[in-house]
């Protein structure tokens, strides 16, 4: 089936560095999109994007669907101890119905004052 | 605060129980979507309805799993016969019918459901 690989797996940085991530597939996707998962919440949407080569910026984060529509990449600036927790790339499956949701494996932030 | 609600928050209960859950979804979004997330795990999907009507439903949704949408606003899931398997949090997401905002899916904080 359908499999977002993430990359890295799990990142310890230090408050106000920059971070950068990315999320892969073997399939093309038309709509991608970004959360963020604190522990025992719900996850929460970030940034969506619509159209490869499309760079969307929400505050501090900004994120880039890639010109193949198979990756895309977000960058998180300045990090603040706030920004620790689980991100999750997502693609529609079927954007005819735009039904399901499929998740990536998730980047774990962890950050040091 | 109008975002997706669900109840319980925490579910503990003996294997061989029933138990259900329920979403609220956000008051304008037609559509409302079940995924089941496991420790270490994206969530995955397990149904969705469009108003009342339920349009997909996916593999993992075995027949012990039941969800209603009655009245096209908030939404039952119910688990008969729990298993330790069925372990996990439940959530709960909803987004509009048009435009392109359709695909975007707010989700609920989860019930997370504990099998002993």
């Known amino acids: 089936g359908q499999q977002l690989n993430q990359s890295p797996q799990s990142m310890f940085i230090q408050e106000g560095e920059d971070v950068s991530m990315n999320c892969t597939s073997s399939s093309i996707f038309n709509t991608w999109l970004w959360y963020k998962q604190d522990p025992g919440e719900g996850p929460v949407l970030l940034i969506a994007l619509y159209k490869a080569g499309e760079l969307t910026s929400n505050g501090r984060l900004t994120a880039q669907f890639g010109i193949t529509r198979k990756d895309s990449f977000l960058n998180i600036s300045a990090s603040i101890p706030s920004d620790v927790g689980i991100y999750f790339c997502a693609v529609i499956g079927d954007t005819g119905t735009a039904s399901k949701l499929t998740f990536g494996t998730g980047t774990r932030l962890q950050v040091t004052l | 605060d109008t975002g997706v609600s669900q109840d319980p928050r925490h579910k503990i209960t003996k294997r061989g129980q029933n138990v259900t859950f329920r979403c609220d979804p956000i008051?304008?979004?037609?559509?409302l979507y079940w995924y089941r997330q496991t420790l270490g795990q994206g969530p995955e999907f397990l149904t969705y309805f469009q108003n009342e009507a339920q349009l997909e439903k996916s593999r993992l949704l075995s027949d012990r799993f039941s969800a209603e949408r009655p009245k096209g606003s908030f939404s039952t899931l119910e688990i008969q016969r729990t298993e330790q398997g069925d372990s996990a949090m439940y959530l709960c997401?909803?987004?509009?019918?048009?435009?392109?905002?359709?695909?975007?899916?707010?989700f609920g904080p989860g019930t997370r459901l504990t099998v002993t």
């Open positions: 008051s304008e979004h037609n559509r």
């Open positions: 997401a909803s987004s509009p019918t048009h435009g392109t905002s359709l695909y975007e899916q707010y």
